[in-house]
């Protein structure tokens, strides 16, 4: 993934993954792209 720091403490965070299912159910696709964002904070 991505992490982009804004602070010292906080980051915004983006990642994308690829899941591969080769028996789905009936009517589904065997790929899924998912595209995660997020925000980071460090508690140091």
């Known amino acids: 993934g ?3 720091a804004m602070t ?3 980051s915004l965070t983006a990642g994308l993954s690829y899941r591969y ?3 789905p159910g009936a ?3 065997k790929g899924d ?3 995660v964002t997020g925000v980071s904070v460090k508690l140091d």
């Open 27 to 29: 009517g589904l696709e």
């Open 21 to 23: 299912n080769s028996q």
């Open 8 to 10: 010292n403490t906080l």
């Open 2 to 4: 991505l992490s982009v």
């Open 33 to 35: 792209t998912l595209f």
